[in-house]
């Protein structure tokens, strides 16, 4: 994706653009209004008096609105500084913009202004792999509105245009006849209203009185700011990213279609604003400390749409939670199987450690009551679906969709993330090692709701009994001897995968490592074939497809490394998870507070720089996420009991860190740390690991 | 090929309360096109107890298409969420309803 493009949203409706605010699609190129997973403007082009604009500068008002200032003219040089162009664009159920020109000059003038529109109407899916359309087009012009439609059989969008100020409209845009007096400015505003999924809204939302388009939110930015804990330090830098890692959380949050303005994180912008289980979930483990309502509504959602039946195409089975929905075309004619799709091996087992963790942060019994059902399907798909060959007590994942579903259904689901040392990959069933660890965290916090909140105490001894069983089977199986380590996977004939991954971390977060071999792990983690000196690497330095900038064969991911942190937390390494907190928020600094995806898994004394992994979705929710859990475990943030514990280990170069209103089932309260030196001047010292 | 349409409704009926939509309270009324004839089902959910009849009353969530349609979905043969994305269902009102609701097309009717 281009650099300079801008991009605004609201939930998953957004709009992407140039520097201009110009929108000129084609069927492969990301640009253009999109809500619903469907392009619904791939043309929008400002012309005055037959010429193209020129930008001189950007906005970026809020997530949901931007302001471009234009003027005409070529190149670097303008040749008629006497006008100026503003567009003020806002998006909220479709997009608002208020196109403003400013006649400088002591002279009338008279211009024509034209924008032309079209719209290809393209799914997402054939966005990104640049597919045919089977439907057709239909464009008129009616009751003083240009209509953009498309049609295949049943499935029907539109794009409805209008505009404040008269206009000439044909069936590829507006003309205005435009005459400006000297030193005034003429306006118009411009409405772009969708319409389509459920034959919702042909306009834009606006409140009573208002003008500008209201974003669908129940909460604004201010109020959501407000309401998170204030963070102080001595790091600038760490403030900056923590304000940073807020304001992306807010533009991430996605109201699915039945939950009435509440919301979850979606996964990425703008490509991925929609539910994913495994994102959703770690995203709000992350958050829990900040803003624990993302975790309530992503279990009611992800339970609502919880698997009740058994279909191949979508990978369902009873209890399963959803990998991904979609409500684009191609979902809709079940070219693709998104509506929704459950290939997912890990976000089930997840799902019960998120709604143990939430009741132990917020004190909501109620949820866990009220999600008994969903949370029992969810540990017995665990058993019931998950353990492919029979009898195994593991949790294996295959797809059942040969043609369009996910071979991998971990989280690291590219083509070759799962491999041997030597490089070969395995066949299916896997076993990946992190999904054992999930599941056996599951099984014991599933206890603890069972004894607690469920009154089953008899259901409750055969979960603990069975994790025990797990856990024993599990570090005898996965241990890799002559690597003292856990192999990444057991393959179809029970044989380690026996590669050193990030995995090993996951493994220490969900508890299953044995306290005898929990610091030989930890080392390897911190160890020179693991960590970088930024973060984690998914796969060891030395190992058969080992490549610093493989996707999940060599580069740093930082959700990753936020839950190894965690991990260590858990046995006790607190100085080891506060190295690792200081190497992703050194390298969170160099990305401006905006952590990528992943980046390079090059040695930090090497490059200095952390490099980005290019990939086309910023921000990512678990990223975004990242420096939030890393926050939690500097401070050593833990409930217990009513109480929150608060046991901080700082890494070097952070003097002083505090958390204001921390909320929970304790009402709010502050976490203070100090950590072993001050660096001069509040600023952090580059710490070379 | 039978009516599955009735089988369905008549199935719901007979079963009484379904524990699987026990948090559900709510009416939902199916408007089911066969040519320009329309047969309403009014389904009655009571925190799992269910009444079916073919009432014309308000209902929290209405949900439109054409009898086929139903037909596939009520057999299990058309999955509904991706009938309404396509616009073959249509559906009014209340739609945090339908969502348990159809759970149950895939014949599984004695919940958890």
């Not at chain 1, 359309?133 to 794009?159: D, H, M, P």
């Not at chain 1, 409405?191 to 034959?199: N, R």
């Amino acid at each position: 994706m281009k650099d300079d493009l801008v991009k605004i949203l609201d939930g998953n409706t957004f709009v992407v653009s140039d520097s201009r605010g110009d929108i000129e699609a084609s069927l492969s190129d990301p640009t253009g209004l999109f809500s619903f997973d469907s392009r619904f403007l791939s043309t929008w082009v400002l012309t005055v008096d037959g010429e193209r604009l020129n930008p001189l500068s950007v906005d970026d008002l809020q997530y949901f609105e931007t302001r471009f200032f234009l003027a005409p003219g070529t190149g670097t040089v303008y040749v008629d500084a006497k006008l100026s162009v503003i567009r003020e664009r806002a998006v909220g159920g479709g997009f608002h913009e208020e196109l403003t020109i400013l006649n400088h000059d002591e002279k009338p003038v008279e211009l024509t202004v034209r924008v032309d529109a079209a719209s290809d109407f393209a799914d997402l899916f054939e966005v990104k792999d640049a597919l045919e359309k089977k439907g057709s087009y239909s464009a008129r012009v009616e009751k003083g509105r240009l209509l953009l439609g498309y049609r295949r059989e049943t499935f029907e969008r539109q794009t409805a245009i209008s505009a404040s100020a008269p206009a000439k409209l044909d069936k590829k845009g507006l003309t205005f006849a435009v005459r400006i007096d000297p030193h005034s400015q003429w306006t118009t505003d411009l409405d772009v209203a969708i319409a389509g999924v459920g034959g919702h809204n042909l306009r834009p939302k606006y409140e009573r009185g208002e003008r500008r388009a209201r974003p669908n939110m129940e909460r604004s930015l201010e109020r959501w700011l407000r309401d998170a804990p204030r963070l102080e330090s001595d790091s600038d830098a760490l403030k900056a990213t923590y304000r940073r890692s807020l304001v992306d959380l807010a533009a991430l949050r996605f109201s699915p279609p039945v939950m009435e303005g509440r919301s979850l994180p979606a996964a990425g912008l703008p490509w991925f604003m929609t539910m994913f289980g495994r994102d959703s979930i770690l995203t709000s483990l992350q958050a829990l400390p900040f803003t624990p309502e993302l975790a309530a509504t992503t279990l009611r959602v992800l339970g609502a749409w919880q698997g009740s039946r058994v279909d191949d195409f979508r990978d369902e089975d009873p209890g399963r939670i959803l990998h991904e929905m979609r409500y684009g075309e191609l979902t809709a004619f079940e070219e693709r199987p998104h509506s929704p799709y459950y290939g997912s091996a890990d976000a089930t087992p997840l799902y019960v450690v998120l709604l143990d963790e939430y009741e132990r942060w917020s004190g909501d019994r109620r949820l866990v009551r009220e999600l008994e059902a969903e949370a029992r399907a969810a540990l017995r798909w665990i058993d019931e679906y998950a353990d492919l060959i029979g009898g195994s007590g593991y949790l294996w994942y295959q797809r059942r969709n040969e043609e369009t579903g996910l071979e991998n259904q971990c989280w690291k689901d590219s083509w070759d993330s799962i491999s041997y040392r030597d490089g070969r990959i395995p066949g299916f069933p896997r076993a990946t090692c992190e999904l054992q660890g999930y599941a056996y965290d599951a099984k014991l916090r599933g206890a603890r709701l069972a004894r607690l909140f469920w009154k089953d105490p008899a259901f409750a001894d055969e979960l603990e009994r069975q994790a025990a069983d797990l856990r024993r089977r599990f570090n005898r199986d996965f241990w890799v001897e002559d690597g003292e380590y856990f192999a990444l996977a057991l393959d179809s004939e029970g044989k380690q995968v026996d590669s050193l991954t990030s995995n090993n971390g996951h493994l220490l977060w969900s508890g299953i490592v044995d306290k005898s071999t929990a610091k030989t792990v930890a080392k390897h983690l911190l160890g020179p074939r693991l960590f970088s000196g930024w973060g984690v690497r998914t796969l060891a330095e030395g190992e058969g497809r080992y490549n610093p900038i493989g996707y999940h064969v060599g580069t740093v991911w930082p959700f990753d490394t936020s839950f190894i942190a965690w991990g260590l937390r858990r046995y006790g390494y607190k100085e080891e998870a506060a190295r690792l907190a200081g190497g992703i928020l050194d390298a969170a600094e160099l990305f401006d507070g905006r952590l990528p995806e992943a980046f390079g898994g090059f040695e930090r004394g090497v490059t200095k720089y952390p490099v980005e992994y290019p990939t086309a979705c910023s921000p990512q929710a678990w990223s975004t996420g990242a420096p939030l859990l890393l926050l939690r475990t500097m401070l050593g943030l833990e409930p217990l009991g009513e109480h929150l514990v608060v046991d901080p280990a700082l890494p070097e170069g952070i003097g002083l860190l505090a958390l204001l209103d921390v909320p929970g089932r304790w009402g709010k309260v502050d976490a203070f740390a100090r950590g072993r030196e001050l660096g001069a001047h509040g600023r952090r010292r580059a710490v070379v690991a | 090929m039978g009516d599955a349409t009735a089988t369905f409704f008549d199935g719901l009926e007979a079963l009484g309360h379904v524990p699987a939509l026990e948090k559900v309270s709510g009416t939902l009324r199916f408007d089911l096109k066969n040519g320009k004839r329309t047969t309403r089902w009014l389904v009655t959910i009571d925190k799992g107890d269910i009444a079916v009849s073919h009432r014309n009353a308000k209902a929290d969530c209405v949900v439109r298409a054409e009898k086929t349609v139903f037909e596939r979905i009520a057999r299990g043969e058309q999955n509904a969420m991706a009938a309404l994305l396509r616009g073959a269902v249509e559906i009014e009102g209340d739609e945090a309803l339908l969502l348990p609701f159809q759970r149950l097309f895939s014949g599984e009717r004695t919940g958890t």
